[in-house]
Each structure stands twice: as structure tokens, then as C-alpha cells.
């Protein structure tokens, strides 16, 4: 009997209509929203870095997956990880603006133009072989989707809380240090899974070997978390601590899997969301969290309202607290969240659609790896072969060609990019509660770039 995770997807599939995700988030208001132009349908390359010119490149138009029909909610689980909660909005009923939606790479061009050089900066050593390590990846070809997203986000949270939407140094150097903990993680990654290609180019641990490629991961985790600490604010250290405790705990829970369908499905999203999208939620959620203490004069005061945008002026310093308001917070936290289960939703299903040069590493490599992804416990549900396969891991002669067949065969591709799709939508509904602005129109285009995205 399929478990009731399956069941609910496959009703999503069977009642989804032609709606848009901003046909949707148009019911959810019942006004209307900013429209795409023609060029922000088509496929989006993200070959478009934050030291590239230009801005990404649009390949032949493609339809949109389908979407759900707003009546359906979600199952209820007990953790809060694993489902889009679909309850009412607690800051701003308005959900639109009257100007086009805005490019996300345009926008955060400026405040990341330099973020590469600046890392490097940080990883500075004297023993040349260390800086070589640490330097291969930031070498500016990566996307910085995670540092975008948080400059974005900065921005986005304080034009809400009646600020020029200016970009804060402290929360310039949390998008840096997000950077830094996904590509350190990156780095361990690559040791555990024996991969020998990244990003288009031997791995880290093929041209250094083991041993040092996890010395330099640790060496760029280290070098986040002093930069973290010279942010001098304990939340801040709170917040990001917790995505370092998350990717340890998710590496873990990849290493196991679940005998119960419904419990593995469970398994898989929660690791998920340790993996990949914690470091997105807590990045969001650190840059309206923290203090950034700047030079002012004694006794200044601040025009803005003392709930949203807190001054001290006991001394030369002035403590500046981008929003107090716990509701704000959870905002950010649940927009990075939902998006980040999405990308990675969505990176599953190009596992089995992109070929190998498109993507920069191996495809079909979770399979290889004994990992059971979004597409294949899908697929499970009409092959019930599978179970066989997944609880060993495809270990034995021929179960990957044997599971990927099986994939192909089924609708586990589709059902994975309905779910990614559900959770853009809980994305779009939670960021739509604060003020309108340019970049929080651009968090809303940026979730159909992460539906349509291919590598």
C-alpha cells in the first residue's frame, strides 16, 4: 500500500491545472501580481556568477511544471521540517507590487561583484600550497545562489522595516560566510563520495589527495567562523552554528536509510533540509537577527519606529537591529527554507535529466552512490521492486541501470518536480507578507528560476 506521502503527490499531480506559481500566489490575495515577460518563462542558465558580465542567458522557452490546486493542503507531520505550512499571512495582506518583476543576478550584482576577492582575502596564508587548496573553488565560476539569495533578502527585510533597503557590512559578510560553509561542505562532500569532478573540473581530493583537500575544508571553516565571530553578535554565532551542527547531522542521516516507505520519505526530506536548505534558512534569518555596530555621534535618535529598527546610544557606538519582530524573522527563515528543499528537489530530478557535461559532475551519481532520491521513492510507489534495490543501497551488479530504468519508466520525475513546485509556492506566500520593494519582487522571480533551472 503506498504511504500517505505518496498518495497526497499523487493527488496533487491528478488535480493540478495550468496555474502558474503566480497565478497562484495571485489566489492567495485574490489581486493581482507582477507578470513574467517572455524572457523570464524560458529555461535560466546559471552560468551568471557575481563576477560575470551580463545577465543570464535564456535558452528556447518551456513550459512551467504543472502546478497543484490552491484547495489542497499538505499532510500534517510532526516535524516542522517537513512540509510547507500553509497557514494565514501575519505581517502584510498585500502580495504585489505594480513593477516587473526584477532580475535576482541584476540586483545583487553590485554587493557581489567583489565577493570572491574578498573571500580570498579572508583565506590568506603564507604556505602557498594551502592558499592554492582553499582559492580552487572561489574562483569566481561558481553561482553564488546562496550569497544572491542573502543580499537579497538583507535588502528585502530592511526596506520592510522603513529603512532605504541599504546593505549593512555585517550582512554583506554573512552572504561571504555562507559561501564559505557551503563550499567548505563541498570539499567534505567530495572525500566522503570519492567524486572526482566539481563544478566542471577535477575535484579538490583528486588533485590533493584526501588528506589535504579535508584539511582545507576545515581550514575555510575555521576562517567562516572567525569571521563570524568578528561580527560580535552572539545570535548571529547562534544561528550559524546551527547550520554547521546540520550539515554533520544530515551527512549522517544519508549514510542510513529507512526500512518503512512513509518513514523513509520522512528521512529523505529531513535530510534535505540539513543538507541544503538550513544553511539557506539561517543565513536569511541571521541577517535580520544580528546587531551591526557602527560609528555615530552620542544621543543620536532614529526617525524609524523603535519596534522595527532599534538605536542604543549609550555610547559613541549605536547598535542597530535590522527588526525585533519575531514574526519577520520567521519570514526570512521559512522563504529560505522552502527554497532551499526546492533547489535541492530540483537538483534530484536533473540527476536523471541532464547528461554529465550540462551538470559539471557525473549523472546518475546519487545512484551510484546507494542514494535514494525524490525520483526514485516516487518511482517505488509503482515499482515496488525497488524497495529491494534501495535497502542495499545498489550494491549489487546492475541495480543502477536496473533503477534508473524504473525511474524512466515511472512519473517519479514529475512527482519530484510537483513537490519542488509546492514548496516555491510556500516560498512566494511567506516572502509576499513583507513591503513590496525590487528585491523582494526578485526573491518571488527567483523561485521560478530554481523550478526552470538546468544544472
Known amino acids: ?62 513550459m512551467l511544471p504543472k502546478t497543484f490546486t490552491s484547495t489542497t493542503s499538505l499532510p500534517r507531520h510532526t516535524s516542522r521540517l517537513l512540509n510547507p505550512t500553509l497557514q494565514s499571512c501575519c505581517c502584510r495582506q498585500n502580495v504585489h507590487t505594480d513593477v516587473k518583476l ?16 574578498d573571500i580570498r582575502k579572508e583565506l590568506f596564508v603564507s604556505r602557498e600550497e594551502l592558499k592554492s587548496l582553499c582559492d580552487y573553488y572561489f574562483d569566481g565560476k561558481g553561482k553564488a545562489i546562496r550569497p544572491m539569495i542573502v543580499v537579497l533578502m538583507a535588502r528585502a527585510l530592511n526596506a520592510h522595516s522603513n529603512r532605504a533597503g541599504d546593505l549593512l557590512p555585517g550582512q554583506r559578510t554573512i552572504a561571504m560566510i555562507a559561501e564559505m560553509i557551503h563550499t567548505a561542505s563541498l570539499v567534505h562532500d567530495d ?81 534535505t533540509f540539513k543538507k541544503t536548505a538550513s544553511l539557506i534558512a539561517n543565513s536569511c534569518k541571521a541577517v535580520c537577527t544580528f546587531c551591526f555596530t557602527q560609528i555615530s555621534r552620542r544621543g543620536r535618535r532614529d526617525s524609524v519606529s523603535t519596534q522595527m529598527f532599534f538605536v542604543s546610544s549609550v555610547s559613541s557606538k549605536v547598535c542597530v537591529q535590522v527588526t525585533s519582530d519575531p514574526k519577520v524573522h520567521e519570514i526570512a527563515y521559512k ?6 528543499i526546492a533547489f535541492q528537489l530540483v537538483d534530484d530530478v536533473l540527476d ?42 545498489f ?61
Not at 497562484?24 to 523570464?40: I, K, Y
Not at 522563504?335 to 532551499?340: I, K, L, Q, R, S
Request: with cysteine.
Open 1 to 62: 500500500m503506498a504511504c500517505p506521502w505518496l498518495r497526497q503527490c499523487r493527488r496533487w499531480s491528478t488535480n493540478c491545472t495550468s496555474r502558474s506559481l503566480l497565478e497562484t500566489l495571485r489566489h492567495f490575495n485574490g489581486r493581482s501580481v507582477p507578470t513574467f515577460s517572455t524572457a523570464c518563462l524560458r529555461r535560466t542558465s546559471w552560468s551568471s556568477g557575481p563576477g560575470s558580465e551580463g545577465q543570464p542567458s535564456s535558452l528556447p522557452t518551456q
Open 191 to 271: 572525500v566522503i563520495d570519492g567524486s572526482d569532478k566539481r563544478r566542471g573540473k577535477r575535484t579538490i581530493n583528486e588533485v590533493w589527495g584526501e588528506k589535504k583537500a579535508i584539511l582545507a575544508g576545515d581550514f575555510i571553516l575555521s576562517t567562516a567562523s572567525m569571521a563570524m565571530a568578528r561580527i560580535g553578535d552572539n545570535t548571529v554565532v547562534k544561528v550559524m552554528s546551527q547550520v554547521m551542527e546540520d550539515l554533520v547531522r544530515g551527512e549522517f542521516m544519508q549514510l542510513g536509510s529507512k526500512e518503512n516507505e512513509n518513514e523513509r520519505f520522512k528521512h529523505y526530506l529531513e535530510k
Open 102 to 117: 526584477k532580475d535576482p543576478f541584476t540586483l545583487a550584482q553590485k554587493d557581489l561583484t567583489n565577493l570572491y576577492d
Open 395 to 455: 550494491s549489487s551488479k546492475g541495480d543502477v541501470d536496473q533503477a534508473w530504468q524504473y525511474v524512466l519508466q515511472s512519473d517519479g520525475v514529475e512527482q519530484t518536480k510537483y513537490l519542488a513546485e509546492r514548496y516555491c509556492q510556500e516560498a512566494i506566500r511567506q516572502i509576499s507578507k513583507l513591503r513590496p520593494s525590487a528585491e523582494r519582487d526578485a526573491l518571488i522571480r527567483l523561485t521560478e528560476m530554481v523550478l526552470t533551472r538546468d544544472k
Open 352 to 393: 536523471f535529466t541532464s547528461g554529465a557535461s550540462h551538470l559539471g559532475k557525473p549523472s546518475a551519481a546519487d545512484l551510484k552512490l546507494g542514494l535514494a532520491t525524490g525520483p526514485v521513492l516516487f518511482a517505488c510507489q509503482q515499482f515496488p521492486e525497488l524497495h529491494a534495490l534501495i535497502m542495499r543501497r
Open 335 to 340: 522563504y529560505g527554507e522552502n527554497v532551499g
